[in-house]
């Protein structure tokens, strides 16, 4: 069974990714040529709040202050944020989706490794977080995969050399991500004996690290973006 640090350090990390979350698309929104891209991005910054108000209240019930759990995470989260920010509405569509449904892959495998209370209250905060594949063959995407779908294909057409950037917007994304998760997992004990133990071994976490791959492949691929 996962120790309670772990529990807690898992959402604790998961709550300031909402509240990180809440903070970038309400500014991400600013940037929407359209209104109605605008009140959409905005929507989705409401739900994340709501996501993070729900995992608060979670650690409080486990004896954890939301804002001292939160803490070791900031660093690793702040400077991921500050070296992708998006610099067009393009690119925030696509760390909206591609981004931030990499990091809900991570938090639902990890989410399988401990108890049926926490497992519960994670799949649900993720539930409209850019999934795997549903919708225009991605799974799981929901709202926010539709958006993304739409938001992506019209700046495609209107501009097929936009298709390129984003691609490598996407890589970097993603390279982003993983150097900030190692960077975390390095400091945080606890985090990582919950993967090592939840996954077998390195050879588990290894395969896991391939289903969040591939997963991230099927959303590249929904968007009609190479990966």
Known sequence: MPTPDAIIDLLAALAYGELSAFDRLADDARMSPTLAGRAEMSAMAAFEFGHY????????????????????????LDTYHALTEPSTWLEGVVKAYVGDGMAADFYREVASFVDESTRTLIHEVLADSAGTAANAGVAGGGGRAEFALREVRAAVSANPAAADRAALWARRLVGEAISQTQHVLADRDSLMMLMVAGTGGLSGVASMITRITERHEERMRALGLAS
């Open 53 to 76: 108000e729900r995992l608060a209240g979670r650690l409080r019930e486990l004896g954890a202050d939301p804002a001292e759990a939160m803490e070791p995470f900031v660093a690793a």
